[in-house]
């Protein structure tokens, strides 16, 4: 079974969302002073790869840590935005996945943007999905969760966060700052999005990955 890494690395210098504290990873113990090595991690619980629980914008909305641990396993459907560079994802661009969206319980978003990580340009310009998207997905009673390759779902200046409020108040997780979504043959794979089970997890860095079967092994892709 090939397992594909979704995830980003996790640095001090690492590509934050603007405002965000860098992450900081300073020795705790090391190997010279105590005979073993340990390091304490400082981050805010949205930095990386990571998962926005329904809590992270709703007062009554649901935490990570109180979400039954399937929410963040299972097929995912991932779909080919690509073609919506420097734009809007449209119904039209996410409508044909119908069919394979019905078993799955993530829908992944390939925008290709993962590939301006490090750059200025990762921080605007990614492509946004559409109301009608939006609607679309949200209405998607299967999925648990909804991710991109990109920083946000919604704008990088947006106040309100129209697109978080919509797919969050659906009671879907959201994953932004995927990456390697390229690497997944077919448009179908086993998803794991596991967070930390810290109490009231608004958010939580993961460590994403994809399972693909073996080729000609059955699988509905
Ligand atoms: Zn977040």
Known sequence: MKIIDLTQNISAQMPVYPGTAQPRLSPSSTLA????????????????THLDAPGHIFAEGATLDQLPVDTFCGMGVIIDATVC???????????????KMRFCQFALLKTNWDRYWGEEHYFSGYPLLSDEAVQYLASQQQLTGIGIDAISFDKIDSAELPIHRQLLSSGKVLIENLTNLGEIRGNMAMISVLPLKYADADGSPVRAVAFQPPEGLFCPC
Not at 39 to 45: A, F, P
Not at 85 to 99: K, M
Request: hydrophobic share 30%; charged share 15%.
């Open 33 to 48: 002073q105590d005979g073993f090595r340990e390091t304490l991690l400082q981050m805010v619980s949205h930095t990386g």
């Open 85 to 99: 560079q420097n734009g809007e994802i449209p119904l039209s661009v996410i409508e044909p996945y119908g069919g």
